[in-house]
């Protein structure tokens, strides 16, 4: 969120607005090579039936065109390339150069070729047509993202209408007993994981921080419906520490 014209949060740090951007390049250049590991030792594996029910909620059809936004290494975009198939397009997006080289690579090892483009975007200015895609999905990106409202209404303006947002991304427990096991888990085993696994304790402290500076459900699903989206909702997953958001572009006539 922009606090104001000026500043805006880096997890509890302020920093300049057009500061935020380098300094997430800077956390996601550092964890790179270890993303994947890292995503499964964190949530003992969990994130990937979280990203599973996300691409079971698009609704894709074969020949259907697919954003897949701060797409990371490429667990959605390997998941949605066979549901839209050769006449299909599955568009994996992110802002930092080097996660979309290892999703590149990590794709093509898989065998994933062929209906899969790759390229560098930032969220609040998309490259691409009004109305380009039936879906856009964005999986643990969005609370990374400087500004974003506008990151919003940039989704909204290439989604045709009819098509469909999900927003998959960390919340707030809705069990008040898991809220101090979560804290306790977030800022005292999480960085202590990052140093043990991936050398790098300060990006995983960031990580925690951002978690807790991310709208919760109620205040995500509001944005959404200010960008323009109708038919908002969401789904909370695994205690509401992860919501999955879904909003409809529906416009009149």
């Known amino acids: ?65 697919v954003l897949d936004l701060a797409g990371g290494t490429g667990d959605l975009a390997r998941m949605m390339a066979p549901i839209v198939g050769k006449e299909g397009k599955v568009v994996l997006s992110d802002i930092n150069q080097k996660m979309l080289d290892r999703a590149r690579a990590r794709l093509v090892d898989s065998g994933v070729v062929g209906n899969i483009d790759y390229v560098k975007a930032d969220a609040e200015d998309l490259p691409f047509p009004d109305s380009y895609f039936d879906c856009v999905t964005m999986a643990f990106g969005l609370r990374n993202v400087t500004d974003k409202q506008k990151a919003l209404r940039s989704i909204y303006r290439v989604l045709k209408t009819g098509g469909k947002i999900l927003v998959l991304e960390f919340s707030k427990p809705t069990i008040k007993s898991i809220e101090k096991v979560y804290d306790f888990y977030s800022f005292n085993i999480l960085p202590l994981m990052g140093q043990i696994f991936a050398k790098d304790s300060k990006s995983y402290k960031y990580l925690a921080e951002s978690i807790r500076q991310h709208p919760p459900q109620e205040e995500l699903k509001t944005m959404l419906q200010q960008a323009g989206f109708l038919e908002v909702d969401y789904f909370n997953l695994t205690a509401g520490i992860v919501a999955l958001h879904r909003g409809y572009k529906i416009e009149p006539g």
């Open 1 to 65: 969120m922009v606090e104001d014209n000026k500043t805006t949060h880096f997890g509890f740090e302020k920093v300049k607005v057009e500061d935020k951007a380098a300094k997430v390049k800077g956390v996601f250049d550092s964890v790179a090579d270890n993303y994947d590991l890292m995503n499964d030792v964190m949530s003992l594996g969990i994130h990937r039936l979280w990203k599973r029910f996300t691409v079971e909620m698009t609704g894709l059809e074969a020949g259907q065109k």
